[in-house]
């Protein structure tokens, strides 16, 4: 089986607690500012990034986004979570397998 690791890296003029709300709201369902390309949900009611709550994901860079049928879609579950510093997601369904890691580093001012 073929192993990878990916690294993406991003300045965000934010807070990490600003960072992380604003994705807590894309996956509540409060905003949809990632669609069409991407499309994320927690489960029940669950609040991201709570160890435990898994939500479910969707995307694709194709016309139609993360509604078409060959979307990539897995399934994540919060394994760890330290705020404003790191948060882990385990892949428990989908293409890949393995865990995400979120690491916020406050640079400059």
Request: net charge negative.
């Amino acid at each position: 089986m073929p192993t990878y690791d990916c690294v993406d890296e991003a300045v965000i003029d934010a807070t990490p607690s600003e960072i992380i709300t604003a994705f807590a709201d894309e996956y509540a369902g409060r905003t949809q500012w990632w669609m069409p390309t991407f499309r994320a949900r927690v489960r029940d009611g669950g609040e991201w990034p709570k160890v435990g709550s898994v939500r479910d994901m969707a995307a694709s860079t194709k016309p139609g986004g993360a509604d078409r049928r060959d979307a990539v879609r897995q399934v994540l579950r919060v394994t760890e979570f330290e705020p404003d510093r790191r948060i882990v997601e385990a892949q428990v369904r989908g293409p890949f397998r393995g865990t995400v890691e979120w690491v916020f580093t406050p640079v400059g001012d």
